[in-house]
């Protein structure tokens, strides 16, 4: 997928061809980064370690994770506890 199409503040591994600025850090294959949101041909993510990167727009990466998907696991997650205290769920 192209880093373009990626929503914001998703984590995402680089799977193509790396493009950066001069000045950005230098980035390999398979490198793993916080993607924030794109800022022209470039994008503005974050290594682990805070790092700034801006890796161009159309580069192909993979999508990781979501932050929505992990907040609805964790909502799912507190639903069905709540309801197996009420009574109303059992996974049986």
């Known amino acids: 997928m192209k880093l373009y199409k990626v929503p914001r503040n998703n984590r995402i591994k680089i799977i193509g ?16 980064l916080n993607f924030h949101h794109i800022d022209g041909m470039y994008s503005y993510c974050t290594t682990d370690s805070g790092d700034i990167v801006h890796l161009a727009a159309w580069t192909e990466v993979e999508l990781l994770s979501t932050e929505h ?19 109303l769920y059992n996974d049986e």
């Open 17 to 32: 061809d790396i493009k950066v600025p001069t000045s950005s850090p230098q980035l390999i294959e398979g490198q793993e």
């Open 69 to 87: 998907e992990s907040k609805r696991e964790e909502l799912l997650s507190k639903i069905v506890e709540q309801s197996q205290k009420l009574g």
